[in-house]
């Protein structure tokens, strides 16, 4: 969710002006430009922290809604179902926006999104909650800024100082640590699915963030889940058949967050939050996600966890705040 914020690169295009204006239409001036003349005005820009950390707290809910889902779904019917439910959703928010569909050269990388983001992220961290306790998870996925960084440089060609590397490897270093320790001297099968989400995702951010120069953030992700419909539809017709759903009352809050909280409406009010106060703010509040999701899983789940997990998460916390300095 952190490198999803070049959406509100200096390139980037206004939400309502597309690509291919038709002649005689009033174009929107550049969303960078709407973004400097809002920051200015401290009504927007408290408006704005808002928006961002609504959009870091829906990220956050994340796992334990995802806890409770698998009460009453299996880990492949819930994914399905939630990407089926997202796609939706989005799909008719650009149906009523009248948003056009993007340009042939931009579906390659749509796709990689909905493979990294849309689908594969979900599923491996859903596949990973069946054994894992939601503490565990949120201090391994708290490596994902990093994990994105890291694999950003390496595409993009770019050399990061010394300091951003020793930060990276330092995170790392403290989950894979924490991860050995909580699971009595081994990597398991929930900690291998967590390691590959965290490469995933990182794909699709990355790929998103390429995106999001030409197109509006939201629209990424939107057009993402919409194209996956071909085979989220399917799939979960035969999830659910080999997959009888339980409705309760937690399974059906659980699915119903993930798929509008979390996968759309929270990217929402995440990219126009941005927009608004710019990245390094809303950055600054997206590193409270973890630690967020330990209280969580203690409030929404009951769980009890050790000493050890706030502390990486906080460890972890600061390699990402070092890196996100080191960067510039």
């Not at 980037?12 to 009033?26: E, L």
Request: proline share 6%; glycine share 10%.
């Amino acid at each position: 969710m952190k490198t999803e914020s070049s959406a509100t690169d200096r390139r980037a295009i206004a939400v309502n002006a597309p690509v291919d204006a038709q002649p005689g239409t009033r174009a929107e001036p550049p969303a960078d430009a709407r973004a400097d003349r809002l920051a200015g005005a401290p009504q927007a820009s408290g408006f704005g922290t808002l928006l961002a950390a609504l959009g870091v707290v829906a990220f956050s809910l994340t796992f334990p809604a995802t806890a409770w889902g698998l009460e009453g779904f299996g880990p492949w019917s819930l994914v399905a179902v939630r990407s089926v439910l997202a796609a939706l959703i989005a799909g008719g928010c650009l149906l009523a926006l009248r948003v056009p569909p993007p340009a042939r050269q931009h579906w390659a990388g749509l796709a990689v999104v909905a493979a990294g983001v849309v689908v594969g992220f979900p599923l491996l961290t859903t596949l990973a909650l069946r054994t894992s306790t939601t503490a565990h998870a949120a201090v391994v996925v708290g490596l994902l800024p990093l994990t994105t960084a890291s694999l950003s440089a390496l595409r993009m060609g770019t050399r990061p100082s010394r300091t951003f590397w020793a930060a990276a490897l330092a995170g790392a270093a403290a989950v894979v640590a924490f991860t050995v320790q909580q699971s009595g001297g081994a990597l398991t099968t929930a900690d291998l699915y967590l390691f590959g989400a965290l490469l995933v995702c990182a794909a699709g951010y990355i790929e998103g963030g390429r995106l999001a120069r030409v197109m509006p953030g939201w629209q990424v992700i939107g057009w993402a889940l919409v194209c996956c419909l071909p085979l989220t539809v399917p799939g979960a017709a035969l999830a659910l058949t080999h997959e009888p759903a339980r409705l309760t009352a937690h399974s059906v809050a659980g699915l119903l967050w993930v798929a509008a909280g979390s996968q759309f409406l929270g990217l929402v009010v995440w990219y126009r939050g941005m927009a608004i106060i710019g990245i390094p703010k809303a950055s600054q509040l997206q590193l409270a996600q973890p630690l967020l999701t330990l209280v969580w899983s203690v409030l929404l789940l009951g769980e009890h966890f050790t000493p050890a997990a706030p502390l990486t998460a906080a460890a972890v916390l600061v390699c990402v705040a070092v890196t996100q300095r080191a960067r510039g």
